[in-house]
Every structure is written in structure tokens, then in C-alpha cells.
């Protein structure tokens, strides 16, 4: 796993770097490559150049380009990267959020915690790397991370799938029921059935409304009336794990 850190504070680097490497002492199976950057900018020219790490734990206060800023390139190159951030203020907790952040650390953080992090983050690795939508279309079979697809329609008896893109494709016609054919999405966390026709990723979810969903790329999904309260408390739940 390739771990990138990034901090301006030389002293807050390096005892990152040397929680690193305790992690990995208790970890051997697991090999850890780990670069470090007390220049924000030299790393946000690094991903602009699509140079990408598994994980990258980053300050969110720094000059030139802060946290969120890198954050949102990484965001624009790729959605497998997981983003940890490890900030002195707690501010920027929404707008960390809206990048996908895994975890949201305040300083100073003690190893137990900071471990605790990198579980989360080496399954949330395993599971992008896995896990794998199979889709029947014209074209013929289409494997889509579940990382890529951010919410599924039922339409006429064919699945619109909308990706995080902005592209949509289209299956063929389905013989089996809606719940079947996304069977292996409801299994995932990330996902959430908000009506009868709709299936959502909740990495996309930009905002909940009463009676439906915006969406990241914009798009509104609507939420059936019987589902509203479990969908409401479902996506909270979503949230405070995520952010826990």
C-alpha cells in the first residue's frame, strides 16, 4: 500500500511517519511504501500528474493549497484513493466530507486512534479493489467498481446506471425483480435503496431532502414516502461511522 503524507509542520511529519512505521511492524504481511511532503503544492503537482497513492493522510491548514484543495484533485484523478485528514482545528469537517474522507482526526492524536484509522482505511481499500457490479448491456458485460456508480434506476425493466462521471449506461432488458439485480449492491454499505425504482451510493449524496436526494453530479432521486424515516436514519448512521 502506498502512503502518502503531507503536512507543513516538519515535527507533526515525522511523527506521522514514525506511527507509519509502527503500524507496519505489526503488519508485515502488508508492505507499506510512504512518501512525505511538507510542500503541499509539490504533491498537488504530483497528482495533477495522475501519480495517485492508496491512501493519503493530509493536514487540512497548510500554505499554498490546503487540505481540501488536494483532496478535491485527488477527487477529479480517481475515487479509489482514501483521504484521512489530521488537522488541528476542527472546522473543516463538512467540506472534509464532501471529498470523502474516511476519517476527520484532530491533533494531537495518540497511536491507538491513529491504528484505528488505517484499519478503516486498508478495508475500505479492500473492499474498492473487490468489489465489482457486473452489468448486462448491448455492448455485452460491463464490470463497474462500486466506487464508480452513484446511483442505479429501475426504468421500463432496464437499469439506468448512473456513474460519478456524469456517463449513464443501460442494460438490457431484466427478467429477474429490481431487488435481485442489485443484490450484491445492497450488500455494500455504501449503498441505500431510497424507493422502489431507485438504488443510491451514498459517497454521492449531496444533500437529504424531505422527499428526495441531490445527488453530486445534480440529479434529484426521489424518496417513497414509506421509506423516508429508515432512509433518514440510515444515512445518519452512514454519516457518524464514517466520521466517527
Not at 466530507?97 to 484509522?117: C, D, M, Q, S, T
Not at 453530486?216 to 454519516?239: D, H, N
Request: aromatic share 10%; proline share 2%; glycine share 4%.
Amino acid at each position: 500500500m502506498k502512503i502518502v503524507i503531507c503536512d507543513d509542520r516538519i515535527e507533526d511529519l515525522l511523527k506521522m511517519e514514525k506511527m507509519l512505521s509502527a503500524y507496519g511492524q505489526l503488519h508485515a504481511k502488508e508492505e507499506l511504501v510512504i512518501e512525505k511532503y511538507s510542500d503541499p503544492g509539490l504533491l498537488y503537482h504530483k497528482i495533477q500528474e495522475k501519480e495517485l497513492a492508496d491512501l493519503y493522510l493530509l493536514d487540512m491548514v497548510m500554505p499554498e493549497k490546503s487540505g481540501i484543495e488536494i483532496g478535491q484533485l485527488i477527487r477529479k484523478c480517481g475515487m479509489e484513493s482514501i483521504i484521512i485528514y489530521i488537522t488541528s482545528s476542527d472546522d473543516f469537517a463538512l467540506d472534509a466530507y464532501g471529498v470523502h474522507a474516511v476519517r476527520y482526526l484532530l491533533k494531537p492524536i495518540g497511536e491507538a486512534e491513529f491504528f484505528e484509522a488505517l484499519e478503516y482505511a486498508w478495508s475500505c481499500l479492500k473492499l474498492k479493489k473487490e468489489a465489482r457490479y457486473l452489468l448486462k448491456t448491448k455492448e455485452g458485460l460491463v464490470s463497474l467498481a462500486h466506487s464508480q456508480i452513484e446511483y442505479i434506476e429501475n426504468s421500463s425493466r432496464m437499469l439506468c446506471v448512473h456513474l460519478a462521471g456524469g456517463e449513464m449506461l443501460k442494460s438490457i432488458f431484466i427478467r429477474k425483480s429490481f431487488d435481485e439485480e442489485i443484490k450484491g449492491l445492497s450488500d455494500d454499505m455504501n449503498f441505500m435503496k431510497v424507493h422502489k425504482s431507485f438504488l443510491i451510493n451514498l459517497r454521492y449524496v449531496k444533500k437529504l431532502n424531505q422527499r428526495d436526494i441531490l445527488m453530486e453530479s445534480g440529479c434529484y432521486v426521489p424518496i417513497s414516502k414509506m421509506r423516508a424515516a429508515e432512509v433518514k436514519k440510515q444515512y445518519l448512521s452512514y454519516v457518524i461511522e464514517r466520521y466517527q
